[in-house]
T-cell receptor, first 110, second 114 residues
Framework: KQEVTQIPAALSVPEGENLVLNCSFTDSAIYNLQWFRQDPGKGLTSLLLIQSSQREQTSGRLNASLDKSSGRSTLYIAASQPGDSATYLC?????????FGGGTRLMVKP | KAGVTQTPRYLIKTRGQQVTLSCSPISGHRSVSWYQQTPGQGLQFLFE???????NKGNFPGRFSGRQFSNSRSEMNVSTLELGDSALYLCASSSRPGVLYEQYFGPGTRLTVT
């Protein structure tokens, strides 16, 4: 059974810092890995999708990497802003469903 | 292009009642998946529909059911509600079945069971 873990569970940083969120998964037989953002009480916004054959994807200040063999992905956020405050979820696509990690709750202080 | 829409956004029900939630996927998307999000269990997969057929089902009791219509809109139904069914129910749409393609999520329906 696929298990997805995100570390840290919560993170508080001052504005402007570069930060790294971690995601690990137990079964490397995946199709892809997707990073989402969730604001309080809201749905999920897709940030980046990395196919299993890819190593990384970039969108603006976000960069996500994937090391399938070691079961790890990282989301790098450059020059963090207060508007980045949210919960970040990684989800592994395998079989016919997404398996989600517990999320990292990020607070960026002005 | 409109995103995934879910109705209603908020719902309060009493234990023992039943509830129906609706999801309209992005235009042109034919796959709809449903997830339950709770503080204790996180996000868990309920089921997936494609072309009006359930393709996959998560580990939930039979009280949870769903269907998909010819226009790809989907409904999920929960019968004999329990307090533990209080959750945010999210649906996601994709252009194809499975998880090979990007999943787009709706805003969710917040269900409270009292």
């Amino acid at each position: 059974k696929q298990e997805v873990t995100q570390i840290p569970a919560a993170l508080s940083v001052p504005e402007g810092e570069n930060l790294v969120l971690n995601c690990s998964f137990t079964d490397s037989a995946i199709y892809n890995l997707q990073w989402f953002r969730q604001d309080p009480g809201k749905g999920l916004t897709s940030l980046l999708l990395i196919q299993s054959s890819q190593r990384e994807q970039t969108s603006g200040r976000l960069n996500a990497s994937l090391d399938k063999s070691s079961g790890r992905s990282t989301l790098y956020i450059a020059a963090s802003q207060p508007g980045d405050s949210a919960t970040y979820l990684c989800a592994v696509g395998a079989g016919n469903m997404l398996t989600f990690g517990g999320g990292t709750r990020l607070m960026v202080k002005p | 292009k409109a995103g995934v829409t879910q109705t209603p956004r908020y719902l309060i029900k009493t234990r023992g009642q039943q509830v129906t939630l609706s999801c309209s996927p992005i235009s042109g998307h034919r796959s709809v998946s449903w997830y339950q999000q709770t503080p204790g269990q996180g996000l868990q997969f309920l089921f997936e529909y494609f072309s009006e057929t359930q393709r996959n089902k998560g580990n939930f009791p039979g009280r949870f059911s769903g269907r998909q219509f010819s226009n790809s809109r989907s409904e999920m139904n929960v019968s004999t509600l329990e307090l533990g069914d209080s959750a945010l129910y999210l649906c996601a749409s994709s252009s194809r079945p499975g998880v090979l393609y990007e999943q787009y999520f709706g805003p969710g329906t917040r269900l409270t069971v009292t």
